[in-house]
C-alpha cells in the first residue's frame, strides 16, 4: 500500500494544467517507467474520470494518464463522459449509435472528436482503455467513484460484471437502454442522483437546457429538504419539500469517499467529513484539483486540498 494517494479531479482534456498539477505534486518523468513516478516513490494518483471533451489537449491527457496506469503510478475510474464516449463511437445495430449523435452531444463530444475521429484506429484504442476502468474502487480504508456512491447500484453492478466492476460491449448495451436496471445503475453512480421537481417548477442548466428534473446533494441526511440537497442555483419553493425517500446519504461511520463531476467553485473543502469533491470546474476557467490523502485518515480536511 501506498504511504498516500493524491486523487485528481475531472480533467476534460485540460492537459497543461494536469502536467502543471503533477509536477507541483511532486511527480517527474520517470525514464525507466516512461510514465510521471512520485520522487518518494512512496505515493500514487487515483484520477476520478471524465479526462475528455471540452478542452483541447486530450492526447496530452491521455497519453499521461494511460502511461501512469499501465506503469503501476496510478490508478483511475471510469467517467460519465468515458461511458458516453464508449456509447457515441458503438454503433446500436439499427443503423445508428447507443448515444445519439444529435446537434447537442456532437458539440459537448467536438474537441474530443477534432483530435480522435470517429472510426480511427488511435479511437479505438483510446476506447479500449476506457473499458479497462472500473466503475468504483473501494480498498486502503477509501472509496472513490465518480458522481455517486449507492449501496443498491453498486451491489448490483457487482454481479452484472461478475466482479470486475468493468463494462463489456453487452453491458454497455443495457446500460443504454433507458428503463433497464442497469441504466439506472450506471446513471446513478456515474452522473449522480436526480429527482422530479414538483409540478411546474424548473431550470436552465449550465448549457441552457431547462431541467425539471435536478442533480441533488445525495449525500446529505435524510432529514434534509429538497431546497437543501438542490446543486442548481436556488430555486424557491422546495423550502418544504422532502426528499425522496431513496435517496441514499452518506452516513458518518462510511469510509472516507472521493467523487468528482460536480464543477464546484471557491475554495475546496470536505462536503462532510467523510467525502471529498475534487472537481472544482477546471473545464470553465476554474482549478484543477488534487487531495492529498494519507493512508489511514478518517477525517478529511480542507488543508489537504492541493492546486
Not at 448515444?99 to 463530444?109: C, L, M, V
Request: charged residues 25%; negative net charge.
Amino acid at each position: 500500500m501506498p504511504a498516500g494517494y493524491d486523487i485528481i479531479g475531472d480533467i476534460h482534456g485540460h492537459g497543461g494544467k494536469l502536467i502543471d498539477l503533477l509536477k507541483a505534486l511532486g511527480y517527474e518523468q520517470n525514464k525507466i517507467k516512461k510514465c510521471f513516478r512520485h520522487h518518494s516513490g512512496e505515493r500514487k494518483v487515483i484520477f476520478l474520470g471524465d479526462f475528455i471533451d471540452r478542452g483541447t489537449e486530450h492526447v496530452l491527457v491521455l497519453n499521461t494518464v494511460m502511461d501512469m496506469v499501465n506503469g503501476g503510478e496510478a490508478e483511475a475510474v471510469m467517467g460519465n463522459h468515458e461511458f458516453n464516449a464508449l456509447a457515441f463511437h458503438t454503433p446500436d445495430g439499427k443503423d445508428g449509435y447507443l448515444r445519439k449523435h444529435s446537434k447537442a452531444n456532437i458539440n459537448q463530444h467536438n474537441t474530443f472528436l477534432e483530435e480522435f475521429p470517429l472510426g480511427a484506429e488511435k479511437t479505438q484504442n483510446i476506447l479500449k482503455f476506457f473499458y479497462t476502468l472500473p466503475l468504483w474502487i473501494e480498498r486502503d480504508g477509501l472509496r472513490i467513484i465518480h458522481a455517486s456512491w449507492n449501496p443498491d447500484k453498486i451491489g448490483y453492478l457487482e454481479q452484472v460484471t461478475n466482479g470486475t466492476l468493468r463494462l463489456t460491449p453487452e453491458i454497455l448495451h443495457d446500460a443504454c437502454q433507458k428503463g433497464h436496471k442497469t441504466y439506472e445503475a450506471i446513471e446513478t453512480l456515474l452522473k449522480g442522483v436526480e429527482v422530479d421537481l414538483p409540478s411546474g417548477v424548473s431550470f436552465t442548466d449550465q448549457d441552457g437546457t431547462v431541467r425539471t428534473r435536478s442533480r441533488i446533494k445525495w449525500w446529505l441526511p435524510p432529514t434534509s429538504t429538497l431546497h437543501d440537497a438542490m446543486l442548481a442555483d436556488d430555486i424557491p419553493g422546495l423550502e418544504n419539500t422532502p426528499l425522496p425517500p431513496d435517496v441514499p446519504g452518506y452516513p458518518p461511520s462510511e469510509p472516507p469517499c472521493f467523487v468528482g463531476h460536480y464543477w464546484f467553485t471557491g475554495d475546496p473543502e470536505p462536503l462532510l467529513p467523510n467525502l471529498a469533491c475534487t472537481d472544482y470546474a477546471v473545464a470553465k476557467g476554474g482549478k484543477l484539483v488534487a487531495y492529498r490523502w494519507e493512508a489511514g485518515d478518517t477525517k478529511l480536511e480542507a488543508e489537504k486540498f492541493f492546486y
